[in-house]
C-alpha cells in the first residue's frame, strides 16, 4: 500500500493549503483514502497532481498511468463541485458528499458499468452504474441537462447501447462489458 499522502503530494504545502474549507480537505482525504483502498496498479502517485487555484478552487487529477487522457477530475470551489471521469460527470453545489469518494473508487478498481446510447453516431447520454466493495449497486446521477436529452434522444437508439467498464486497475482503462456483474459480498 501506498501512504495516502503520496498522492497529490505536496498539495498541504500550497500556500492556499489553509484557506480550503473543511469539506475541500474531507474531499481530499476521501480521495486519497479512495485510492488507498482501490490501490489500482495503472495510478502512479508522483502522477497525480492538485493545485489550489488563487480564489481557492481544490483541483486533483488522477491519470491512468497508460492512457494518461483517461482520468478522474475533481474542481471544487466556492459554490460547486465538478467530480469528471470518463463518459460521466456528477455535479454539486457546496458540499462535499462521502458517496463521491465511493464513486472514484468505483472507477479505479472497475467496480463500474457505463452504458452509452448513441444517436447517429454520435454519443448522446452515458449513464454510470456503480458498486461499492459490499456488491450493493447505485447509479451516478448525471446533470438534469444530459439526463434530459438522454431521455428525449433514447427512443431514437433503438439498439445502438453499448455497455463498457472503466478501471485503472487495468491496463487498458475502458474495455467493453463482458460479464460485469457486481461484486460477491466478502
Known amino acids: ?3 495516502p499522502e503520496r498522492y497529490f503530494e505536496g498539495l498541504e504545502q500550497d500556500r492556499g493549503f489553509g ?12 480521495v ?8 489500482p496498479r495503472c495510478v502512479v502517485p508522483a502522477e497525480t497532481c492538485g493545485s489550489i487555484s488563487d480564489w481557492v478552487e481544490l483541483s486533483l487529477e488522477i491519470p491512468h498511468a497508460r492512457e494518461p487522457e483517461t482520468r478522474i477530475e ?3 470551489g466556492d459554490g460547486y463541485l465538478i467530480l469528471r471521469w470518463p463518459g460521466g460527470m456528477a455535479v454539486g453545489g ?8 465511493g464513486v472514484v473508487e468505483a472507477m479505479l ?7 452509452v446510447v448513441r444517436v447517429l453516431g454520435h454519443a448522446v447520454c ?8 459490499g456488491g450493493n449497486m447505485s447509479i451516478v446521477e448525471s446533470p438534469r441537462l444530459t439526463r434530459l436529452k438522454g431521455a428525449i434522444l433514447r427512443p431514437l437508439a433503438a439498439g445502438r447501447e453499448r455497455r463498457r467498464s472503466i478501471s485503472f486497475d487495468r491496463v487498458t482503462a475502458i474495455e467493453p462489458e463482458r460479464q460485469l456483474a457486481p461484486p460477491s459480498p466478502g
Open 32 to 39: 486519497r483514502a479512495a485510492l488507498n483502498r482501490a490501490a
Open 109 to 115: 478498481a472497475g467496480r463500474n458499468r457505463q452504458t
Open 126 to 133: 452515458v449513464e454510470t452504474e456503480v458498486w461499492d466493495p
Open 19 to 30: 484557506w480550503l474549507d473543511s469539506g475541500q480537505v474531507r474531499a481530499l482525504s476521501d
Open 1 to 3: 500500500m501506498v501512504a
Open 74 to 76: 475533481l474542481h471544487f
Open 94 to 101: 457546496w458540499d462535499w458528499r462521502p458517496e463521491l469518494a
